[in-house]
């Protein structure tokens, strides 16, 4: 069984607890955290077998890629091979918040974590446990659903429990998730940016502030 972490919303109540949490993540683990959508899968995003366990517990097929948390915007020149100035416009707009980035992958980013796209899906939670969380494992973590693939993502530890099971090393429980709308993704490696996935923020939205960064 995996290790049971309770967290309070507020994280200044929690600090130890958090920061066990990051350490087991610095440490090679796979924990599930709580977003302002559902649970997810905290891996530490340039350790390749953390990242490996991560696509074994959920059984994703290889081929596609992981996105992954920022605590901020200043961590992403080194993540990235250019950040458009209207992307940038977006990260203002809409960072903190439900808006996945997709930008060219920097070289030294493990092969498994961007697959085979040569990209990453970037975006800064505004959950306060998981900005927590991310502040104190001190760089980027993995930020995929925590679930097995293909099947409806997960509001409690429970639900969590029973998909991915003993496999999982530790849940951050902070009871239930909003479970909201999904984060919207767009990739801006092209002009103007492709809407991948539509979800909490308007396709719209994402368009007009990126033509108003032009």
């Known amino acids: 069984m995996p290790l049971i972490l309770k967290v309070d919303q507020d994280p200044s109540r929690s600090e130890e607890v958090i920061r066990q ?3 087991l993540i610095v440490n090679g683990a796979v924990v599930a955290f709580p977003t302002e959508t559902f649970y997810g899968l905290a891996a530490l995003a340039t350790d ?11 059984k994703r097929p290889g081929h596609k890629s992981l996105n992954i948390l920022i605590a901020e915007m200043s961590e992403l020149s080194g993540l990235v091979e250019t950040i458009p100035k209207e992307a940038h416009q977006l990260a203002l707009r809409f960072w903190p918040g439900p808006l996945t980035l997709v930008f ?7 092969t498994k974590l ?5 990209k990453i899906g970037v975006r800064i ?8 969380l991310v502040r104190a494992v001190g760089a980027p973590i993995t930020a995929t659903s925590a679930n097995l693939s293909g099947s409806p993502s997960c509001r409690s530890s429970s639900e969590v429990l029973t998909q991915l099971g003993s496999d999982l090393e530790a849940i951050l429980e902070a009871g239930l ?3 909201t709308k999904v984060s919207t993704i767009a990739d801006v490696t092209t002009r103007p940016p492709k809407i991948l996935r539509i979800g909490a923020i308007a396709a719209q939205d994402v368009l007009t502030c990126w033509e108003m960064g032009t």
């Open 48 to 58: 390749d077998k953390a990242i490996e366990k991560v696509f074994l517990l959920k």
């Open 21 to 23: 949490a990051a350490q």
């Open 177 to 179: 998730t909003p479970g």
């Open 114 to 118: 961007i697959a085979a796209t040569g």
């Open 104 to 110: 060219a992958a920097a070289k030294h980013l493990p």
């Open 125 to 132: 939670s505004p959950h306060p446990v998981a900005q927590a």
